[in-house]
């Protein structure tokens, strides 16, 4: 059973563990969960995302899973997807020329690569992950608990913050360190309020770069969340956060020698599930156009065994 101790003091930063105290859900969902705060998402919660569905229009918010995606190496073994074919017109069976033929394929790939959801095994710092799991449970054979499998599908009312729009700008500056007010600002113009359950995309307009063919830039300075935001999607009991940028948070970091400190709060202190390189261009020119931020979200992760992250391809029904 989880070792369900007080937070104490990581010693990293006095502001870091301030909030690691204020936002800790562990034992929350009991001493063995393992969904975290996906467990926001109820039944009531589907069923008023399924009642946003007006005219049918579908939106995929996921990456063409190709080698030009967006990994450039900096972490060993995330690569971009590799392609490969393993039959092309191979005859199956029997020697007749015209006989049924078959073309099958192959691809290796970083499953944090593209479009994807962390686990909850992710992350660990202090000798902790989330809701007080050793972190010997993960090894090279892979999460034997906290794997991504646990998240089962992931069907929610998606909310869409445009920060870019809100903030009169095609796409924030690198390395802004989004806080409260951004977001109630996004939340404002949208018209809508983050409620428990929700799933909640964040667009910066970072994407921009990665489609112009700028890997480079849209890798190496983001807006993103700060550690200022983590207080507000716990107050909001928010099930799931999403940016449209390679860190998620903004980077460089905004604290000196505490690297991701946003990832550790949301993962391994609430248990927040985590999702990064959302295409949301195409969604905002559609929210924009309808005045909907609202809509049903559709976003199962792959469901590997005992893996740390999974592609996703999530789908917005307007």
């Given at each position: 059973m989880?070792?369900?101790?007080?937070?104490?003091?990581?010693?990293?930063?006095?502001?870091?563990?301030?909030?690691?105290?204020?936002?800790?859900?562990?034992?929350?969902w009991g001493p063995d969960d393992q969904h975290g705060t996906l467990n926001f998402i109820t039944d009531d919660v589907?069923?008023?995302?399924?009642?946003?569905v007006r005219?049918?229009?579908?939106?995929?918010?996921?990456?063409?899973?190709?080698?030009?995606?967006p990994q450039l190496g900096f972490v060993r073994g995330r690569s971009n997807p590799e392609h490969r074919m393993i039959a092309v017109h191979e005859l199956m069976g029997g020697d007749d020329v015209d006989g049924v033929r078959f073309n099958d394929d192959a691809v290796s790939m970083g499953l944090q690569a593209a479009t994807h959801w962390d686990g909850l095994s992710h992350v660990s710092y202090a000798g902790r992950m989330w809701n007080g799991v050793d972190p010997a449970?993960?090894?090279?054979?892979?999460?034997?608990?906290?794997?991504?499998?646990?998240?089962?599908?992931?069907?929610?009312?998606?909310?869409?913050?445009?920060?870019?729009?809100?903030?009169?700008?095609?796409?924030?500056?690198?390395g802004l360190?989004?806080?409260?007010?951004?977001?109630?600002?996004?939340?404002?113009?949208?018209?809508?309020?983050?409620?428990?359950?929700?799933?909640?995309?964040?667009?910066t307009g970072q994407?921009?770069?990665?489609?112009?063919?700028?890997?480079?830039?849209?890798?190496?300075?983001?807006?993103g969340p700060s550690m200022e935001t983590v207080e507000w999607f716990h107050e909001r009991s928010v099930a799931a956060v999403a940016t449209d940028n390679l860190s998620f948070e903004v980077y460089p970091g905004e604290v000196d020698g505490l690297a991701l400190p946003v990832h550790m709060l949301h993962i391994v202190e609430m248990g927040l599930v985590q999702g990064q390189n959302f295409d949301l261009e195409t969604l905002a020119a559609a929210c924009a156009?309808?005045?909907r931020y609202e809509f049903l979200l559709v976003a199962a992760p792959e469901p590997f065994r005992a893996a740390c992250g999974a592609p996703v391809v999530p789908v917005v029904i307007k």
């Open positions: 989880p070792d369900l101790q007080p937070v104490g003091d990581s010693g990293l930063n006095e502001r870091f563990d301030q909030l690691a105290k204020a936002v800790n859900n562990w034992g929350r589907v069923r008023r995302a399924a009642a946003l005219d049918g229009k579908v939106i995929s918010l996921a990456l063409p899973r190709s080698e030009d995606g449970e993960v090894d090279e054979a892979g999460a034997h608990r906290l794997g991504v499998e646990n998240y089962g599908p992931l069907v929610s009312r998606g909310v869409l913050l445009d920060l870019a729009r809100a903030a009169a700008v095609d796409r924030l500056e690198g360190a989004l806080t409260r007010a951004h977001l109630e600002t996004a939340e404002e113009m949208a018209g809508v309020r983050v409620e428990a359950g929700d799933i909640v995309l964040l667009r994407m921009q770069l990665l489609q112009a063919g700028d890997k480079l830039g849209y890798a190496i300075s983001t807006a156009a309808d005045g």
